[in-house]
């Protein structure tokens, strides 16, 4: 049962048929094409990876790791993906820099969309000049008005 349960592990993404005694595996390729082999070992290492020797001597590594070659931990000697890739950058889509592909925030989000140097705001018929601090918008100068909120008269 060891064995099986290492040669499914290993060609998870091809169809794996297991003859009763489970010493003898039919894998059927991509391509229609059929084997049959007896495993004659599975050696399992500390770090997950496993190898599975089958009776013509051949030996199947699995090497699992970051297949995604845009990541920052992308490993070319992986044959199974094994979800860890990290893709860093600027993850808060409220930022110019946002990143879609980013899994890991780098705190390169700097510029806050809609709020830039050159835009204003306009309030009681005044302009202000926005600006940034830290990850929020607000006007260069204190507000000009002679009225709270709920439209009343500030005292002078």
């Known amino acids: ?3 099986l349960l290492a040669v499914l592990m290993f060609l998870a993404s ?12 039919n894998i059927q390729e991509l391509s229609a094409a059929y084997l049959n082999f007896s495993v004659d070992s599975t050696i399992l290492q500390s770090d997950g990876s496993y190898e599975v020797y089958l009776s ?9 790791g970051c297949m ?3 990541a920052d931990n992308y490993d070319a000697s992986a044959n199974v993906d094994d979800g860890s890739c990290v893709i860093t950058g600027c993850t808060d889509a409220a930022y110019m820099e946002f990143n879609a592909s980013a899994n890991t925030d780098d705190d390169s989000c700097t510029t806050l969309i809609g709020c830039s140097e050159s835009d204003f705001a306009s309030m009681d018929g ?4 926005i600006v940034t601090i ?3 918008c607000w006007f260069a100068e204190n507000l000009r008005t ?6 009343s008269n500030i005292p002078e």
């Open 1 to 3: 049962m060891r064995h």
């Open 14 to 25: 091809v169809p794996l048929f297991a003859q009763e005694d489970c010493d003898v595996f």
């Open 146 to 151: 002679t009225v709270y909120a709920d439209d």
């Open 134 to 136: 830290g990850d929020q």
């Open 56 to 64: 013509n001597g051949t030996t199947y590594t699995q090497v699992l």
């Open 126 to 129: 005044y302009n202000y000049d």
């Open 68 to 70: 995604d070659a845009a």
